[in-house]
């Protein structure tokens, strides 16, 4: 009873060996393998009952266990090279009474590819039970869980994040102004290797173009008159080792184009002034909402710039393709609206959520925001009225299929969106380049809806 009892124990450890660990092997203390299981030994294509008794050198390529057993320490989360790909594995002494008689080698993840999703799993499962876990200093504000929508775009999006945050590889996220480009490359950064290392922002429409080079790669001491002393950092060196977003790329001027694109690929910046070069390892994260492959046909954007940048597009739907989402946009906004102003507003009437489910939102998920937070403070009630609303909100009519012709629709619609352009631009001109139609064209819409 006490021998079958005894086989049986041995037979139980060994498949929960088999079980607990995809790979494992366990050598004596002079490296020659006592015990490896199944998993391993189709892994290395070699026939278990060979292998025991074999030094391990002669089974696993660029194996360290013979030395741990010598040696008696310990290496965990080594990387070993074996038959064409990285693991990660680990090796333990196995020490008893204070003499080590053999060592214990596991392999945790077959090649680096696993850890690296892994790693984004774990980071991603931390954003979540604590929001705050982020280092303020490296310039990250969102996480993955800060972009909402249950659409199905937005959760393709959201996933395609997770899989490609570990690379290093470029991204260029497409979208219209307000889509939320910016919260996308925050993730992006936050869920890679370099979560710890800086996340800069440059926004390349907002700094004057005799500026943007000094601001991208900094100047010596005496550049330039008004130089600063001791010289300055630019962005590619600040970015070092982490993430660059160059918001806004459509903007950049064509000269500076060519010594961005110069920068990339050869991972090296020389400051103004300066004698020679830095070098930077900086992953490049871009958005813009400008038509690029237009701009590159009018020879205003570089092509080979584009392809560089361009290796992983990602295009945000605007708003008004997110109709699903809405509600549940207007509802996080109104909680984050209520906080902020100390009213206590708990929803919105339906005529209001009718009404926001028909406005075109040419600005976004950015508008939507503003225009709950402007109806907070102009609501008498613990709900948003279709009176509370901005009047160009207002004016919106809700279409019933039917009740007007498509042409009618259609101008009626076209009318509201340049009234409302010129109202949100100073100028005739910003407007029609954000509506994405020529002067021309702008003054011939003013005329025939006597908007002039």
Not at 49 to 63: D, L, Q, S, Y
Not at 214 to 241: C, D, M, P, R, V
Not at 343 to 371: A, H, T
Request: hydrophobic share 40%; aromatic share 8%; charged share 25%.
């Amino acid at each position: 009873m006490n021998s079958l009892l005894s086989k049986v124990s041995i037979e139980m450890v060994e498949k929960i060996l088999e079980i607990a660990y995809e790979w494992l092997v366990v050598v004596d203390n002079e490296g020659y393998i006592i015990y490896i299981n199944v998993n391993y030994c189709r892994f290395l294509e070699v026939d278990r009952r060979e292998a025991i008794g074999k030094h391990v050198t002669e089974v696993i390529e660029n194996t360290r266990m013979h030395l741990v057993a010598s040696s008696g320490k310990e290496e965990v989360a080594d990387l070993q090279y074996i038959r064409g790909n990285y693991m990660i594995a680990n090796r333990i002494p196995i020490v008893v009474e204070d003499q080590v008689i053999g060592a214990l080698g596991t392999v945790i993840f077959r090649d680096t590819s696993e850890w690296m999703q892994m790693s984004t799993h774990v980071k991603n499962m931390m954003s979540k039970i604590q929001s705050y876990i982020q280092d303020i200093n490296n310039g990250v504000k969102y996480t993955l869980e800060d972009i909402l929508g249950g659409a199905l775009p937005i959760q393709e999006l959201k996933e395609k994040v997770k899989m490609i945050a570990p690379s290093d590889i470029s991204v260029l996220i497409r979208g219209e102004s307000g889509t939320g480009k910016e919260l996308f490359a925050h993730s992006i950064h936050q869920l890679s290797e370099r979560s710890q290392q800086p996340f800069i922002k440059v926004n390349c429409a907002a700094i004057p173009e005799h500026l943007l080079e000094s601001e991208l790669f900094g100047y010596e001491e005496g550049a330039f008159t008004g130089a600063k002393k001791g010289g300055k950092k630019g962005k590619f060196q600040l970015a070092n080792g982490g993430t660059l977003f160059l918001d806004e790329i459509g903007d950049m001027p064509l000269n500076m184009q060519a010594k961005l694109l110069r920068t990339l690929q050869e991972g090296e910046v020389e400051p103004i002034g300066g004698t020679k070069t830095d070098s930077v390892d900086v992953r490049i994260i871009a958005a813009t909402n400008r038509p690029l492959e237009k701009m590159m046909e009018e020879k205003r954007f570089r092509e080979d710039l584009y392809y560089r940048i361009n290796v992983v597009p990602f295009q945000i739907p605007p708003l008004r393709d997110r109709h699903a989402d809405i509600q549940l946009l207007a509802q996080h906004f109104i909680e984050k609206s209520s906080s902020k102003s100390g009213k206590r507003m708990i929803g919105f009437e339906q005529d209001v959520l009718d009404l926001f489910c028909s406005y075109s939102w040419p600005g976004n998920i950015r508008e939507l925001e503003n225009v709950i937070e402007a109806s907070t403070y102009l609501s008498n009630s613990k709900l948003i009225t279709r009176e509370s609303l901005p009047e160009y909100i207002q004016s919106t009519s809700i279409y019933k299929v039917g009740s007007k012709s498509l042409k009618e629709i259609l101008e009626e619609t076209e009318k509201k969106i340049v009234a409302q352009s010129l109202q949100q631009f100073s100028d005739k001109r910003s407007a029609a380049k954000a509506l994405g139609i020529s002067k021309s064209s702008m003054y011939e819409k003013l005329n025939k809806y006597d908007l002039l």
